[in-house]
């Protein structure tokens, strides 16, 4: 990066003196063409040479790079601003002129009739301004770079060091073990979903939508050929079907269009995960609008597989799912029905119920507070639940609550068949009246743990 800076340096200082030299030499081509010649051979530059254009740049200024050959007979090639009328075509055979000192830096000149020096000096004014803003600009940023170089503390920027040596696959056996225990690792409970696992009302129309019978994406062809299905609703693609373990993929792939592969499926249930990206431009694919500076960026990895939408609104305002006749979101007020199925995803189903790991104390001063939340507990306790990994049809969760009692810990397990807490180990279960009167007692607090179902009787075994 060091040289980098140090080139920039050179090449500003050069640029400045040929731009010097040049408008020079626009000045005395005012007065003749032996002047002309003695001015640019004084700025160090020999020529006019025929030079064959290999590329143009279009910016501004024009860079041209050029082929050509020099007095000495040497083939050269070499790269400068163009300066006159219209920007030349790669093939042309335009005016060059090279630093004798460094044979790729050229001028190169589209030349109005010969002889005409009052054209040239204009034109030579224009190639010293040309050069004299390029040279500032990179002399500028080459000192700023060597001195802002200067600060950095050498540490800065290091990645990591690795062993030398050849890379190394993990073995069979060691991936085995991480796949077993990966296998094990269960999407957390959704923490946008209403603790009793309701739908809020727009959750619900997003959801309807999402697994209503409009297509959302392909083409509704109105009848159907066997075998052969042209058209989906979201759910048709992203199944949400927790007895089968598919919270939002079908485990098949699809070609969406907008990513030029086909692609897996993904599931759903942890979109509220990748929120907290920074805006959107306007882009051709999606409908849209660019969203202007939303400010910093705080989290979030944005969606789809390498995180190009900022939003699931912005997501599904994809041209697939423009609103059709017969297909795409609604025709009438489509942004409406976009927020909705936005709602829905944030709080999509998970393997747990979302009141799992919720956990709240009794004690002899704060009932009024933690009381609903305790029956809430008893309720879900009771709601029926499906989810493959807990066992197909259970209950939301299990219930622990925890207590000591004249200085011996005591463990309960709630039975939502009778609504009493069962003590681990044995003994008479206690009503719900009579284990939230234990907590009556100072000293004597009560925790109450929603736990996945199957973990209860470990949990609230004393140990
Ligand atoms: C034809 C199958 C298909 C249909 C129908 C479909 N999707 Fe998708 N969806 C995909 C595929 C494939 C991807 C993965 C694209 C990627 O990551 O590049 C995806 C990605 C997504 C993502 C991003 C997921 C992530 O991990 O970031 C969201 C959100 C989403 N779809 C929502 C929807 C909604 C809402 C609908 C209905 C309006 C819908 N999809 C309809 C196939 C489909």
């Known amino acids: 990066m060091k040289a980098l800076k140090i080139v920039g340096v050179v090449i500003g200082i050069l640029l400045l003196l040929t731009g010097g030299g040049l408008a020079v030499g626009s000045a005395l081509a005012n007065k003749g063409q032996a002047a002309f010649a003695e001015g640019l051979t004084r700025s160090g530059y020999a020529g006019p040479v025929d030079g064959k254009v290999q590329s143009v740049a279009q910016s501004e200024p024009v860079i041209v790079t050029v082929s050509y050959t020099d007095n000495q007979g040497q083939s050269q090639v070499g790269q400068g601003a163009f300066a006159g009328g219209r920007p030349p075509q790669v093939g042309d055979t335009v005016s060059t002129y090279y630093s004798t000192s460094d044979p790729s830096q050229v001028v190169v000149i589209s030349l109005p009739g010969p002889g005409d020096l009052s054209a040239i000096a204009d034109i030579l004014r224009t190639a010293a301004i040309v050069c004299l803003i390029v040279g500032s600009v990179v002399l500028l940023a080459g000192i700023l770079g060597l001195a802002l170089g200067k600060k950095q503390p050498a540490a800065v920027g290091r ?241 622990v609550a925890k207590v000591v009692q004249g200085g011996t810990s005591k463990g309960f397990l709630f039975n939502p068949g009778n609504s009493t807490f069962v003590p681990s180990g044995g003994g008479t279960a206690l009503s719900d009246a009579q284990i939230r009167a234990l907590a009556n007692t100072a000293g004597q607090e009560v925790t109450f743990t929603a736990v996945p179902t199957g973990s209860g009787a470990r949990i609230a075994a004393i140990k």
């Not at 999402?210 to 959302?216: E, K, Q, T």
């Not at 485990?251 to 269009?257: H, L, M, P, V, W």
């Open 159 to 399: 990645g990591p060091t690795y062993p030398a040596g050849p890379a190394q696959q993990p073995p069979a056996a060691d991936m085995q073990r991480f796949t077993d225990f990966q296998l094990q690792v269960v999407e957390p409970p959704n923490p946008v979903r209403n603790l009793d696992n309701s739908l809020t009302s727009a959750q619900q129309s997003g959801k309807n939508f999402f697994a209503g019978n409009r297509p959302s994406d392909g083409v509704s062809l109105g009848f159907q050929i066997p075998g052969v299905q042209t058209a989906f609703s979201c759910n048709g693609c992203h199944e949400l079907d927790p007895a089968e373990g598919e919270f939002g993929t079908s485990k098949n792939a699809s070609f969406e269009g907008i990513i030029p592969q086909m692609f897996k499926i993904p599931h759903l249930r942890n979109m509220y995960t990748k929120v907290g990206m920074f805006g959107n431009a306007k882009v051709h694919a999606f409908d849209a609008p660019d969203s202007g500076q939303v400010g910093d960026q705080i989290r979030g990895f944005g969606f789809t597989n390498e995180g190009a939408s900022p939003t699931i609104f912005h997501f599904i305002t994809a041209i697939v799912f423009h609103p059709t006749l017969t297909s795409g979101f609604p025709l009438i007020n489509p942004n409406n029905t976009r927020r909705q199925v936005e709602q829905f995803l944030l709080a999509f189903d998970t393997d747990l119920a979302p009141i799992t790991g919720q956990q709240v104390t009794l004690n002899n001063a704060n009932s009024s507070v933690v009381g609903g939340r305790i029956t809430l507990f008893e309720q879900r306790a009771n709601a029926a639940f499906t989810s493959k990994v807990l066992g197909g049809n259970v209950k939301e969760i299990e219930l």
